[in-house]
């Protein structure tokens, strides 16, 4: 027997205010330990740090949504399919309500690279050694992967142009 639609859906919006006030709670208790701790004064962000924190955070944004390393752990909430367009998998929300908005957002790379680059801000000022260490790894791999992206669009342009000279 499937849950009433009307049910489901109020399920699935209060599921994604629970998920909205626990991102905003963070927020907060960020801005409260900075302004209580070392004061917001050192929230300062090089061009660098910006440039390093926008690759990595859409490399962890890719990482949770689509890398096959991540799908155990979003396997209670997404399943991988077949795309309908024969481009290869996509990841879909399964369930209803709390499952259901909780798969929306990891299978969504803009919505989990915005939880991810909040926890790496945080976590560049709480222990900012480390934090460059993994914001470095993770934006050097988010570079290389866009190069091999464009690579590949590039390939895909000059095959096309090719195929229509013959």
């Known amino acids: 027997m499937t849950p009433e639609p009307r049910k489901t859906l109020r399920t699935e919006y209060i599921a994604k205010l629970i998920i909205t006030s626990v991102f905003l709670g963070a927020f907060a208790l960020f801005i409260g330990w900075m302004v209580n701790g070392p004061g917001l004064d050192v929230f300062r962000l090089s061009w660098l740090d910006l440039a390093l924190l926008s690759l990595a955070t859409y490399r962890m944004g890719h990482l949770i949504s689509y890398d096959k390393v991540m799908e155990p752990l979003r396997a209670l909430f997404t399943e991988t399919v077949p795309d309908p367009t024969g481009a290869g998998d996509s990841v879909e929300p399964k369930g209803t309500g709390f499952q259901n908005a909780i798969g929306q957002l990891l299978c969504c790379p803009i919505c989990s690279g915005t939880w991810a680059a909040a926890g790496l801000v945080y976590f560049l000022y709480a222990f ?39």
Request: net charge negative; proline share 5%.
């Open 128 to 166: 900012p050694d480390p934090a460059r260490v993994f914001i470095t790894i993770l934006a050097a791999v988010g570079a290389a992967d866009t190069i091999e992206e464009i690579d590949r669009d590039s390939l895909r342009v000059e095959q096309s142009v090719f195929s229509r000279r013959d």
